[in-house]
């Protein structure tokens, strides 16, 4: 298996208002987005990937000046890899409301000429989802091969299926669900609230002050990576380890090397994440419930799908547990629906999804040589 070696992120310029679900619209927008591999004579083999929270549109390859900078699923996308480039023009969109590139609370607001901050308006997965459609709209790609994501990635992937049916033949849904439960929803306010109590934090115009809230979102990442491991996962690596052999009876030094490799991660967080993007994606990952238009009814909400599906869940993820894609699977399946399901026994919790354990990307890889069959 190859590399994709050196990729670079492009542009896209949109004059034309994007109407939102909150009823408000996002005028005068740039979409960041990187591409891998060609796109057919026919137009015909371009797989959309979706990223989850805190990452990007780069998804494969690295930048030539940041040596160290591989794509969040370069495991898995490029040359001979399960969603290999020689066969399928592979497209990783950033989000608008996000933080690297695409227009966010950190651009200029048009009507103010001043950063957009807290102003910024609330964003749901389904406007993602139509903002994406515009894209595809100006690369020409009438119908994707398919379109994957994880996680929140996923809840895209599912949206594609129902607001755009015709426009794609797959569907990829891996360690995802149907909406939030309740327990989900407390995670995400707790860290939206340690962000929003930060003294930094100005309510969200932080950047006219010259600071960062970076106490909250150090806490804010702290517990979401929390909820990415599995117990399992944390007592392997970490057990009861201490950080310095012995205790050292204080209660604000670390003691613990779990203590430690949080922190760790709270610190590399709060360095190159937004925090007005944070509360705009936690939220829309709160509001996405497709099943709420009708009545909650799941079967009734995936009845306009028309396309293929592969639901992929992992035993030891808690968040997005395999009970929640099982409640999709059934939906598709109550539909007389194509669905393949795969539910991995795999150790590492959540973060399942972006690993390469040889039975998932098995998976995923024997998905895509049949779409590649299909399509040849």
């Known amino acids: 298996m190859g590399s994709l070696g050196i990729v670079e992120p492009q542009s896209a310029h949109f004059a034309e208002p994007l109407p939102l679900a909150s009823g408000a619209a996002l005028s005068d927008y740039t979409l960041v987005y990187e591409t891998y591999g060609r796109l057919n004579a026919a137009k015909s083999n371009a797989v959309l990937v979706c990223h989850a929270l805190n990452a990007s549109h780069h998804v494969a390859g690295r930048y030539a000046d940041l040596p160290k900078s591989e794509g969040w699923w370069d495991n898995l996308v490029g040359p001979g890899k399960p969603l290999d480039t020689e066969r399928f023009f592979v497209i990783g969109v950033n989000n608008p409301g996000s933080c690297f590139g695409s227009t966010g609370p950190m651009h200029p607001n048009p009507a103010s000429g001043r950063a957009w901050g807290a102003d910024f308006p609330v964003v749901t997965v389904e406007d993602w989802v139509d903002a994406q459609a515009r894209l595809m709209d100006r690369l020409g790609i009438g119908q994707l091969a398919a379109v994957m994501g994880g996680s929140l990635g996923g809840m895209q992937a599912l949206s594609w299926a129902l607001r755009h049916p015709q426009r794609l033949r797959q569907c990829i849904a891996i360690a995802t669900a149907p909406n939030l439960s309740a327990q989900n929803i407390a995670f995400n306010e707790v860290a939206r609230r340690a962000i929003v109590t930060d003294p930094d934090f100005h309510g969200g115009h932080f950047y006219e002050h010259g600071v960062v809230p970076k106490r909250g979102l150090r806490v804010a990442r702290m517990i979401g990576h929390i909820t990415y491991l599995s ?63 009708f009545g909650g009814d799941l079967a009734r909400a995936f009845a306009a799908a028309l396309c293929r599906f592969l639901v992929v869940s992992f035993t030891t993820d808690w968040r997005f547990s395999p009970e929640r894609s099982r409640e999709i699977v059934k939906a598709l399946v109550d539909n007389r629906l194509h669905v393949s399901y795969a539910e991995i026994d795999a150790p590492h919790g959540h973060d399942a999804f972006l690993l390469e354990d040889p039975r998932y990307h098995g998976v995923l890889r024997a998905c895509f040589d049949n779409l590649a069959k299909e399509l040849s």
């Open 231 to 293: 117990d399992d996962a944390m007592a392997e690596k970490f057990g009861r380890s201490l950080k310095n052999g012995a205790l050292g009876y204080s209660t604000q030094e670390i003691e613990f090397e779990i203590e430690s490799y949080l922190r760790y991660q709270g610190d590399k967080f709060s360095d190159y994440f937004d925090a007005n993007t944070y509360l705009l994606i936690t939220r829309a990952l709160d509001y996405f419930d497709p099943a709420r238009a």
